[in-house]
């Protein structure tokens, strides 16, 4: 029934040509079949996942290194692409999807439906260079990317950009500690509202990251500690400091909704499964300098107290909430953790950072309470003892997991630092009715201090299950 062989991290290709410079962050388009990187060279280069080349060059932008880089979700016929550098700006990038179909060029839409000549889809897209004139607003149906607007107002480094589920808000954060939030009035002007800045963090922030369906913000910071934000009543605040990490927070992000632990097979505890999850809503995972991953789970909340009718402007106590430390994954990382990406299709999560190594680890189901462990007896691929207690008293035997390492790569890039990593729709390939149900679709994505940016495939698991 299971594998013979273990699941294994295996290199598929390198983004070409590369930056010369250190590269941050890759952001795959959550639509098309293309990913943004941002580098220390001031640009931006946007890739195929198709035949893994180079499409286009951003520059003239920003005046320094380019740490972070945003696709805003939702966008019909455009791409818009939210830039954040160490200039302490924010820049905002358009470019039409069917650019260039009048000069017979390929346009960017992705039709799986018409998929023959899928390696040749974004050939014709030739690599062009920004060109930014303000004063000749004429030339902008001739630009591959028009240089939309640029945010000002952090006093600092921007570490990290993040747009909402919607679209509606953009939030960013530097090292001033403070999170700056801007609504996209989306008037055809470009016009950008400032609704919110936070400064509860003591610390640098390092990241930002939007809840997958609420307007619902999670930061991590130097000062060790996750902050949860929400809008109410028109005010946005804190609603929750999540504590425990002993080093900085370089990285949060969100579990996809709706996931379930991958051994669990059966339709109907899937459903239970569910449904028990459903009011404490999606889980966030954090990486962070003290070298662990750790998962959070917010408390579910009581029925709310009956409407006593009387206005107030008064916060209320009952928008805080709590959140538990739930898990902390299996020890495989020797120095800081910079980034975890939580896949929004097998729910496996990826871990990367300082020691160049790429750990990839899976939710497992416990068919009974987890039993007391004595420490010793536990090897680097089994479960962290904490990670098997149980989430509260309301678990029984069947709904508890733990999380175990799936599979690690050391030296990812050789003897640099991995600064980022995520997963992404599989499109070098076409797709097989035999492939589609046996292999696991999707590929992730590291980026490293020497601008080189590698693809990888999960190999050994089927449907994200051993």
Not at 196 to 223: I, N, R
Not at 258 to 264: D, E
Not at 343 to 369: F, H, M, N
């Amino acid at each position: 029934m299971a594998e013979t062989t273990s699941p294994t991290i295996s290199h598929i290709s390198d983004l070409t040509p590369p930056s010369i410079e250190r590269t941050w962050l890759t952001a795959p388009h959550p639509d098309l079949p293309f990913a943004a990187t941002c580098s220390a060279d001031k640009t931006v280069r946007v890739y195929s996942l198709r035949n893994f080349k180079l499409l286009s060059t951003i520059t003239g932008g920003h005046k320094r290194s380019v740490r972070s880089c945003a696709w805003k979700p939702s966008v019909k016929g455009e791409s818009v692409l939210a830039t954040g550098s160490f200039d302490a700006t924010v820049g905002i990038w358009r470019r039409w999807n069917n650019y260039g179909q009048d000069d017979g060029d390929k346009p960017w839409i992705l039709d799986d439906s018409n998929n023959n000549n899928s390696d040749e889809l974004e050939e014709e897209v030739t690599s062009h260079k920004l060109r930014h004139d303000a004063d000749d607003a004429g030339s902008d149906e001739d630009e591959e990317w028009r240089f939309a607007v640029l945010l000002d107002g952090h006093d600092s480094e921007v570490k990290s950009v993040s747009w909402s589920p919607s679209g509606i808000f953009l939030a960013t954060c530097a090292r001033d500690k403070s999170i700056w939030i801007w609504e996209d009035l989306d008037d055809g002007d470009n016009n950008f509202e400032t609704v919110a800045v936070l400064q509860e963090h003591s610390g640098d922030v390092k990241c930002v990251s939007w809840h997958p369906t609420e307007d619902c913000l999670a930061s991590g910071s130097y000062d060790d500690t996750i902050r949860i934000w929400r809008e109410d009543i028109d005010d946005w605040g804190q609603v929750a400091c999540l504590k425990g990490h002993t080093g900085t927070v370089w990285f949060v992000d969100w579990e996809p909704v709706g996931n379930v632990p991958s051994t669990l097979q059966s339709p109907e505890l899937r459903e239970q499964w569910k449904e028990k999850h459903a009011l404490s809503g999606p889980r966030l995972v954090s990486g962070s300098a003290d070298g662990t991953v750790r998962v959070w789970r917010r408390q579910a909340k009581q029925a709310s107290t009956a409407n006593t009718g009387i206005p107030s402007i008064i916060r209320p106590v009952g928008i805080d909430e709590t959140w538990n430390e739930e898990a902390i994954l299996p020890s495989n990382h020797a120095l800081a953790i910079y980034s975890v990406a939580w896949s929004k299709r097998t729910g496996l999560i990826a871990s990367t950072g300082s020691d160049g190594r790429i750990v990839v680890y899976e939710e497992r189901l416990l068919q009974t309470p987890a039993p007391e462990t004595t420490s010793g007896d536990k090897d680097a691929m089994d479960v962290d003892s904490s990670s098997a207690k149980p989430a509260d008293k309301s678990d029984v035997a069947g709904s508890q997991t733990n999380w175990v390492i799936l599979a690690s790569i050391d030296a990812a890039h050789g003897i640099y630092e991995v600064n980022h990593v995520t997963w992404a729709k599989r499109a070098d390939r076409a797709r097989s009715v035999e492939s589609s149900s046996t292999e696991i679709d999707e590929v992730l994505i590291s980026t490293a201090d020497d601008g080189s940016v590698k693809v990888w495939s999960l190999e050994g698991i089927r449907n994200g299950n051993i």
